[in-house]
């Protein structure tokens, strides 16, 4: 009787952790990273994107979509920017552009829109992230480039709808693209600070 409740535990806790795994997001990271060992200065916005939601739940339950995009891309771009540069320091100050004397990255949130929509069969929900990275020598510019990157996902949901599972993969898909947008641009103003000698 012991070895038989073991076995069914056993199971029930497989199965518990096989969701949770599940229900975690799985962001790429980008191809072709190189490490860039010159100190430079990088400035985070803080503030976040600023979100606009568009949400038609219809017979979905609210309280199944929850995703914090915040907190999910603070974490992997912190991880992206360790990743190329080995010589980092991060500083937000407000007066760091006007009194930098050293190489600076400015990567800023912009704009975000999230639409969710559910017409009683499918689940479509659509990310776009806006952002903005420069690239400073001393207080002048001398890169500039905008980031738009687009997140999409649909499901069937005959009978059940939940709006977590297919907003999850186009959070990765658009969270993905962002970062790998951000890598490519990081690159290429190096490219273009070496080619200048700058």
């Not at 979100?51 to 771009?77: A, M, Q, S, V, W």
């Not at 760091?96 to 479509?124: C, H, R, T, V």
């Not at 659509?126 to 001398?142: A, T, Y």
């Not at 297919?166 to 993905?176: D, I, L, Y």
Request: glycine fraction near 2%; hydrophobic fraction near 40%; charge should be positive.
């Amino acid at each position: 009787m012991f070895k038989a409740n073991y076995k069914i535990l056993f199971c029930i806790l497989l199965l518990l952790n096989c969701s949770q795994s599940s229900n975690k997001l799985i962001i790429e990271e980008p191809e072709n990273l190189k490490l860039i060992k010159d100190e430079f200065f990088v400035s985070l916005d803080s503030k976040g994107w600023e979100l606009k939601k568009n949400y038609n739940f219809f017979r979905c339950e609210k309280k199944k979509f929850n995703i914090n995009i915040h907190d999910i891309y603070d974490y992997e771009i912190n991880k992206l920017l360790k990743n190329i540069f080995s010589n980092l320091k991060f500083d937000n100050s407000i007066d760091l552009i006007e009194n930098n004397e050293n190489l600076f990255l400015k990567i800023s949130q912009k704009k975000a829109f999230a639409k969710f929509d559910y017409n009683g069969d499918q689940s479509e929900f659509n990310l776009v992230l806006n952002g903005e990275i420069s690239f400073f020598n001393g207080n002048k510019k001398i890169f500039d480039s905008k980031i738009r990157a687009v997140g999409s996902a649909t499901r069937k949901d005959f009978f059940v709808c939940d709006p977590k599972k297919v907003a999850k993969t186009a959070v990765e898909k658009a969270m993905t693209k962002y970062l790998d947008l951000v890598s490519k641009n990081i690159f290429k103003a190096i490219e273009l600070l070496e080619k200048n000698d700058i």
